[in-house]
C-alpha cells in the first residue's frame, strides 16, 4: 500500500516541477516583457504547432541518427577498452594517462579540425560524438572491471575458465551494473555533443534548427526547440533507466532490500 | 594426494617497505579421501595455504604437489568454497551450479539433471530460480558449495566456510557437509579458526602458529564415523580434543 503511493508519487513529482517552473516562466515573463524572454502561453502553442507540422522532425531524427550511431560506437569501443585496462594496470599505465589527458577537452572544440582532416559531413559529426561518449564508459567500466571480486574470479579459474572467456563470462556481467551507469552518463553527453556539432557545422539536426530560428529572431521558436531538447533527454534518460533496471534486476541495491525487508 | 614440500610465503609490503613472511616452511601431506581441519589465529595464513594449494596464489618458495604434479595454478580438480560464497550475482542459484558444467562443455540436459540433482542434495528445491541476493547466507553458501561439487573435484578447499553464518545455520551445514563427504569421500581441506568446528569434523587437525604461520602441531582425531553431534558432544575424547587445540592455539577455550 505504501509502496503504491510512493510509487504515485514519484511519477507525480516530476510532473509537479515542470508545472511549477513553467509558472515562474510565465510570471517571469509577464514582469520583464521582453521579446527574447517569451512567456509560455506564446511559446507553448508555437510548440504545439512545431510538433504538429513535423517541420522539426526530419531534423529530430537526423540528431537522433547520429547520436545512436555514436553511442552504438561508442558502446563497442569503450567497454572493451574498460574491461582490458581494469584487469590489466600495465594496459591501464599505457592508456590511462591518454585519456586522463584527453577528457577534459572539450571535443566539440575540435569539430572545426576533426573537419578540416575528415570534412564537414556525418562522419566527423559522428566521431567527435564517439570521442566524447566513450570516454565514461571507459571509466566506468574500467571501474567495474576492478571492483570484481577475487574469488568470483577464482571460481571461474578452477574449472578452466581462460582470461579472454572471463573477460565476457564473469567480468562484464560483473562490471554490467557499473557500465550501465557510464551508459546513463555517455547518453546525457552524447545529447549535449551531437547538438553542439550541430550547432557548429550548420546542415542538419536540432542544433542547427535551433541556431537557424535564433538568427531569424524567431524568440518564441527557440525556446520550443530548446523544449523539445530538454524532453528528448528527459524521455531518453527515462526509457533507459527502465533498461537499466532490467538488466540489472539480480544486483545488489540497499534500497531493493530494505524495501523487501519492510514488505 | 595432496603433498606440501617446505613451502614458505612472504608478502612484500607497500611502496618497497621491506618484506613480511606469512607462512614459514610449512610440510604436510594430505592423504585422498581425507579430511583435514587448518585452525590458527586469525592473520597466521592459513587460508593463504589453502589458495596455494588451490594455484590461486604463488608460493615464494617450496613446491606443492597433487597427485604428484607440481601446482602451478588453479585446476577442476581442486574446488574452492570460500567464506564470502562469491556466487555470480547475475545468475540464479541453477545457472550457478551450471556454470562449472557449462565451461567443461557438459551437454545441456546432461547439466542440468546433474545441477538439478545437486540443488536437492543442498535442499534447495524450489529455489533454483533465485538470485544470490535473494537467498539467505547460509542458502547462498548451500548454492556454493554445489557448485563446487557440479565439476566433480577430487579436492574440496574450503576456506572457513561457515564463518559468516550464524551459529544454527552454521551447525545445519556442518552436518549437512559431513553427510555428502561420507557419500562421496572427497579430499577435504577445511580451514577455521572453530576449534569445536574443526574436532566435529575432520579426521586430522593441523594447528598453526600466529604469524608468520607455521604448522605447530598434528592431531589425527580419532573419533569414529558417521559422526553424530549429540553422541561427540557427550565424548569425552571430542571434548579433551577440543580442550587440548584450545591450548594449542594459545587462548583459553570458550565454553
Known amino acids: 500500500m505504501r509502496a503504491r503511493s510512493d510509487r504515485f508519487g514519484s511519477a507525480l513529482a516530476p510532473l509537479v516541477v515542470v508545472a511549477v517552473l513553467l509558472a515562474l516562466w510565465q510570471a517571469a515573463a509577464l514582469a520583464i516583457r521582453s521579446s527574447y524572454l517569451p512567456p509560455m502561453t506564446e511559446i507553448l502553442p508555437v510548440l504545439g504547432r512545431l510538433l504538429w507540422s513535423g517541420d522539426l522532425y526530419p531534423d529530430l531524427a537526423s540528431t537522433l541518427a547520429r547520436l545512436f550511431v555514436g553511442l552504438g560506437i561508442g558502446l563497442v569501443l569503450g567497454i572493451p577498452l574498460g574491461l582490458v585496462s581494469g584487469r590489466s594496470p600495465a594496459f591501464a599505465n599505457f592508456i590511462t594517462p591518454i585519456l586522463a589527458a584527453f577528457y577534459p577537452v572539450p571535443k566539440a572544440a575540435l569539430m572545426p579540425i576533426v573537419m578540416l582532416w575528415f570534412g564537414a559531413g556525418d562522419f566527423s559529426k559522428i566521431l567527435i560524438i564517439v570521442l566524447t561518449v566513450s570516454l565514461p564508459l571507459v571509466y566506468h567500466a574500467q571501474q567495474g572491471a576492478r571492483a570484481v571480486d577475487d574469488k568470483m574470479i577464482w571460481s571461474a579459474q578452477a574449472v578452466g575458465c581462460g582470461s579472454l572467456r572471463r573477460l565476457f563470462r564473469v567480468v562484464l556481467p560483473s562490471a554490467l551494473p557499473e557500465i550501465l551507469i557510464g551508459t546513463r552518463v555517455a547518453i546525457v553527453i552524447g545529447v549535449i555533443v551531437t547538438i553542439t556539432s550541430e550547432m557548429i557545422v550548420r546542415q542538419t539536426g536540432l542544433g542547427n534548427y535551433l541556431f537557424t530560428a535564433l538568427d531569424m529572431g524567431q524568440f518564441t521558436l527557440t525556446y520550443a526547440v530548446i523544449l523539445v531538447v530538454a524532453a528528448l533527454g528527459f524521455l531518453l534518460d527515462w526509457a533507459f533507466e527502465i533498461v537499466r533496471r532490467r538488466l540489472t534486476v539480480w544486483a545488489p541495491d540497499r534500497l531493493d532490500a530494505d524495501v523487501a525487508a519492510t514488505s | ?255
Open chain 2, 1 to 255: 594426494m595432496i603433498l606440501i614440500d617446505d613451502v614458505s610465503k612472504t608478502y612484500r609490503r607497500a611502496r618497497g617497505k621491506g618484506e613480511v613472511p606469512a607462512l614459514v616452511r610449512i610440510a604436510a601431506s594430505i592423504a585422498d579421501g581425507e579430511f583435514v581441519a587448518v585452525v590458527g589465529p586469525s592473520g597466521c595464513g592459513k587460508s593463504t595455504l589453502l589458495y596455494m594449494i588451490g594455484g590461486f596464489v604463488p608460493m615464494t618458495a617450496g613446491r606443492i604437489l597433487v597427485d604428484g604434479k607440481p601446482v602451478t595454478g588453479p585446476g577442476p580438480d581442486r574446488g574452492p568454497v570460500f567464506q564470502e560464497f562469491a556466487l555470480f550475482p547475475w545468475r540464479t542459484a541453477l545457472d550457478n551450479i551450471l556454470f562449472g558444467l557449462q565451461e567443461q562443455r557438459v551437454p545441456k540436459a546432461l547439466a542440468k539433471a546433474r545441477a538439478l540433482e545437486l540443488i536437492e542434495m543442498v535442499h534447495l528445491k524450489g529455489y533454483e530460480h533465485f538470485y544470490p541476493k535473494e537467498l539467505s547466507g547460509g542458502m547462498k553458501q548451500r548454492v556454493a558449495i554445489a557448485r563446487t561439487l557440479a565439476y566433480d573435484p577430487a579436492i574440496l578447499l574450503m576456506d572457513e566456510p561457515f564463518g559468516a553464518l550464524d551459529a544454527h545455520t552454521r551447525t545445519m551445514l556442518q552436518d549437512e557437509l559431513l553427510a555428502i563427504w561420507e557419500r562421496q569421500r572427497k579430499t577435504v581441506l577445511f580451514v577455521t579458526h572453530g576449534v569445536d568446528e574443526a574436532v566435529y569434523l575432520a579426521d586430522r587437525v593441523l594447528v598453526m602458529t600466529a604469524a608468520p604461520g607455521r604448522i605447530k602441531a598434528d592431531i589425527p582425531i580419532g573419533l569414529p564415523r558417521p559422526r553424530r553431534r549429540d553422541d561427540l558432544l557427550r565424548d569425552p575424547r571430542y571434548q579433551n580434543h577440543v580442550i587440548e587445540i584450545g591450548h594449542l592455539m594459545d587462548r583459553p577455550v570458550a565454553v
